[in-house]
């Protein structure tokens, strides 16, 4: 009886432990980088931004020289502003209508033969269709302007991506071809490389939270989230790969850092306290009433038939 007493005791006071921790090598990556080129030829014109800059997506890196292209932009914006041949255009026309018009009330009153007003309502006609020529080619000449600023924009190079500058490859009066220009680094989030056992594949999905502490001076654990599980396992070395995303909105963690990634199993639930059987329960009963009768002194001296 007191041994199921003590066994129910202890189930009772047991709690769940983990099963597992182990700590992962990992490496710190940035989330993306990028050879920034130029997608024409020519002469580097200006350096705008050096190595180690923050720069954003849009920002302008370099320049290459564009005489030819702004003189190009020029003449194009002359003809897309050049209006005095659509407004000739556009007066012959209402002159025509007029003339047209005219013609219609004296054919009406049988002042002139019907092939006088054929005539009128053919240069009417002509009239109009070189209003719509005139209409057409200034939307051909706003067209080539905005093809010469295309071409005048391709001169300057941009950042695609808002990063840091890793490298910067050309200077003032090199000449671009084929060769990138920069490097750039998204350093925001970071991305993180682990390698996992087979045995962590069914507790690690996309948007699982894992711990990574970087091996740099100072750097405190961080909560880094899966973003991408390989679904294939290597069979020699029975792992696979995870890549994780890392928040570093303060830029205090660089690029290229080795770290360990902290994987904690699921702990196991505490097994339910076993009931014990009605026997043991009332026998239990019965040992602790006798055991208070031998332990009270009262009890035990009072004189039988005395209150």
Sequence with gaps: MNHSRRWVLAASLLVPVAA???ALGCLIEPYRVSEVGSPVIGVVSSMVAERGDHVAAGQVLATLRS???RQSVAVASSKAQAIGELKAAQANAELA?????RAKDLADQQFISSQALEQARAEYQVAENRHSQ?????DVFAREHDL????????????????????RYLSVGERVEEKPIFKVAIVNPLR????LPSSAYAGVRRGTEISVTPDFPGAKPRLARVTVVDRLIDGASNTFR??????????SLPAG???KAELRAAQAPAPAPRAAAPSAVRSGRAAEASLRLQMDPVLVNAPIGRP
């Excluded at 005139?134 to 200034?138: D, F, G």
């Design 148 to 167: 010469a600023q295309a071409q005048l924009g391709l001169r300057t190079i941009r950042s695609p991506i808002s990063g840091v500058i890793v490298e």
């Design 192 to 195: 993180v490389e682990v390698v």
């Design 134 to 138: 005139a209409r057409e080619q200034r």
């Design 257 to 259: 850092l080795r770290c």
């Design 20 to 22: 597992w921790a182990q």
């Design 67 to 69: 005489e030819v292209e």
């Design 242 to 251: 995870a890549r994780l995303e890392l928040p570093n909105a303060d830029l």
């Design 97 to 101: 209508r007029q003339k047209l018009a």
